[in-house]
């Protein structure tokens, strides 16, 4: 099975390939760049940080993925390998990344201009009937975060398409588009299983967002914890380094074994 395949070919890069843990770490830390507003009570500092990040990551996520491309295939999986993959793409990918963020957030925008309109339809309804206005707008809020997962599922493969294929950006996204269209039922497995694993290691980083709210994590969990920010920041950061080495070094994996399935489906034509 292709899925199993793919984890069990991203725990045998990464053991054998600790290298990938360096770009799991730059991604680990920046994830938490995203709280420095919280820390420091600069609002404009976090927004020059968060707009940093996304001109960095970019170029953390070609190199990482040429990398793991170079572990999984057992050939130079080395830092002098991840610079020359990261600067040979960078570009098509910071470009794509954009693309991907407008994407996702007009699709969040126009189906949220129809959830509003449907709202505006569950009001009315209360008056005639107040579990059928509830039932309603529950329906409107599930089609647009189905709706911005499916955009997302669809075109998630514009990096490892620029990275290992070469494609450009509109390519790129042609080439995810196809993919998942053709392999749906697979891709949805991996795409599920894939986001609630790498989630489990993101827990941390969860638990410290709420500390970083009036809720806290007490209000929220049946039990306090008790685990202060000083212990929570680095935990978070250690898992969530192990978390983006190991999850797209499999991410990387399983877009290696779709392709190859693909090109000996049209090669048995």
């Known amino acids: 099975m292709v899925i199993v395949s793919a984890f069990k070919d991203g725990f045998t890069a990464l053991r054998a390939n600790p290298i990938l843990l360096i770009a799991g770490l730059l991604v680990g830390a920046g994830s938490q760049l995203q709280y420095v507003d919280h820390l420091i009570e600069s609002p404009y500092l976090s927004a020059g940080v968060s707009l940093a990040w996304l001109i960095v990551f970019p170029f953390v996520i070609g190199g990482f993925i040429g990398t793991a491309r170079a ?50 339809g569950s009001m009315a309804l209360t008056v005639i009937h107040e579990m059928a206005a ?31 294929e070469n494609k450009s950006v509109t390519d790129a996204f042609r080439r995810s588009v196809g993919l998942v269209r053709s392999n749906l039922k697979s891709v949805t497995g991996f795409s599920v299983a894939w986001l609630v694993l790498l989630n489990v290691f ?17 209000d929220v969990l049946p039990i306090d914890l008790g685990i202060p920010i000083a212990v929570l920041l680095p935990i978070g950061i250690a898992l969530s380094t192990v978390g983006f080495a190991y999850f797209y070094t499999v991410y990387t994996a399983y877009y290696m074994r779709l392709i190859a399935a693909s090109t000996d489906s049209q090669d048995s034509v």
């Open 71 to 120: 572990a999984i295939d057992g050939t130079d999986a080395s830092l002098t390998h991840f610079f020359t993959v990261a600067r040979t793409h960078y570009l098509r990918l910071l470009l794509a990344t954009v693309v991907f963020v407008l994407l996702v957030f007009g699709t969040a925008i126009g189906f949220g201009l129809l959830g509003f309109i449907l709202g505006i």
């Open 134 to 164: 509830f039932v309603a707008g529950v329906i409107s809020v599930l089609i647009w975060l189905v709706s911005i997962l499916v955009v997302i599922m669809f075109v998630q493969f514009y990096d490892t398409a620029i990275v290992i």
């Open 202 to 218: 993101f827990i941390p980083e969860y638990l410290f967002q709420l500390t970083m709210t009036d809720a806290g994590p007490a």
